[in-house]
């Protein structure tokens, strides 16, 4: 199933297992079915972040697990309230290149590449009874996912053992009362291409992906398919900047197309004026898509 919504303009401001805890503070398409509304933007739900006419923050907690041979941290929340009876479904957020994890929890409004409404998306989905989790890459530059040599072989990389490591901390309580069997994932840029890696290497683990600004797991400069995607390829939201001189829009539409073609459920959500950016309808857009499966 394959529908699609473009939306024009862009704001002007947008420009994307062993553990310790410690807190710390374009193209042609088809109407979308993507609400664009969300009750997380009413004023009168009580909120754990915190937005001034400047800036807004959510406050966080780390956790580190052991990944090969280093110890990775990832930041991470759960909502107000009481867990539901299985523990809060959880959502995996994947950082950009040269973006750190904790951008995900504050920024600016005159942050560049997006940042206020990356924040706002996280405080949507904090509010809306997610869980976020929000792993550090092991080194700022990309996620190994689609980096020779480690595209090649997947099994033997530190993000591997580490998102293993993340889960298992999930399972086990580390990381809060979370619902192992509601897992979810969304990132931009590299962190987009990580986030069809869990379609791609984690069958049946995750309910749904939002992959924004970025295309299939090993996609690059150039991006060869293969002929036959995972038949378990979860529902899959894509948001994309028309504009975007980094990851063509069309890079993403040869992913989306094939999964469509394939029988997969598939949606879209695209920004005419924006370029390589978290979009505005993501804010809503996101939390919405992962409500529609749960």
Known sequence: MQRSKIVCPVIAMLAVACASTTPSSAPDAAPSSVDATSPAFDAAVASRCTETANELSCPYETASFQALVVMRSVRYQTPLGTPPPNGWPVVFFFQGSFHSAEEAFHSTRDATFGQFQLVRTIRALLDGGYAVIAPEPLVDIAWQTNVPPYSLNWTATSDHAFLLAIIAGIGNGTLGPLDTTRLY??????????????????????????????????????????????????????????????????????????????????????????????????????????????
């Open 185 to 294: 994932a969304t990132g931009i840029s590299s962190g987009g291409y990580m986030t069809s890696r869990m379609a791609v290497s984690y069958p049946g683990v995750f309910r749904a992906l939002a992959v924004h600004s970025a295309s299939y797991a090993t996609c690059g400069v150039t991006c060869l398919l293969p002929l036959n995607l995972p038949v378990d390829h979860p529902p899959t939201l894509f948001l994309h900047g028309a504009q975007d001189p980094i990851v063509p829009v069309t890079q993403m539409l040869a992913y989306r197309d094939e999964l469509a073609q394939q029988g997969h459920v598939v949606d879209t959500v695209i920004d005419a004026a924006a370029g390589h950016e978290w979009i505005a309808p993501a804010v809503p857009a996101i939390t919405a898509w992962f409500d529609a499966h749960p």
